[in-house]
């Protein structure tokens, strides 16, 4: 199974500085600085303060931009939609015995894990993220050196 890109800032592996600079100049185009990403206006508050959540988690890493606003809105609509699943059940506990109420939430779970983990939200996810960047950060330090950089 083909594994999905990841930044050039993030990734391992031998590239020329060539290839380096216009891989990012192409990454740079197509995102758009942290401060433009806005909920969209169909969400509902609760969904908008999810969304407004995970951007601030993810500002960080400076990987965000206005494309990716389609993919946090599903996200903040399917956390909602299993925050609403899981109150109705704690309210009612024989809803556990109901079939399309249990396909439903593991439907909606299934999507929310897919989710956060596109969004490097997961645990698993942010550990293969942070050994890209240590290993990218000794890298360059390195070759730095090597080139009599500093």
Same mark, same amino acid.
């Given at each position: 199974m083909a594994r999905p890109a990841k930044p050039i800032a993030t990734r391992?592996?031998?590239?020329t500085k060539d290839e380096i600079k216009k891989r990012k100049a192409a990454e740079d185009k197509l995102n758009t600085p942290n401060r433009d990403i806005v909920a969209p206006n169909d969400l509902t508050d609760k969904q908008r303060d999810?969304?407004?959540?995970?951007?601030?988690? +993810?500002?960080?890493?400076? /990987?965000?931009?206005?494309?990716?606003v389609p993919l946090i809105a599903q996200f903040a609509r399917c956390k909602d939609r299993i925050d609403t699943i899981e109150h109705r059940i704690d309210n009612d506990p024989e809803l556990l015995f109901d079939k399309d109420l249990s396909y439903n939430q593991d439907r909606c779970f299934k999507q929310y894990v897919r989710l956060m983990n596109e969004l490097g939200l997961s645990p698993q996810s942010r550990?293969? +993220?942070?050994?890209?960047? /240590?290993?990218?950060?000794?890298?360059?330090?390195?070759a730095d050196i090597l080139n009599g950089e500093e």
């Open positions: 391992k592996g031998h590239f999810i969304f407004n959540t995970v951007v601030e988690w +993810l500002r960080p890493a400076e /990987t965000l931009g206005l494309l990716d550990a293969k +993220l942070a050994i890209s960047l /240590t290993k990218n950060e000794e890298k360059t330090t390195i």
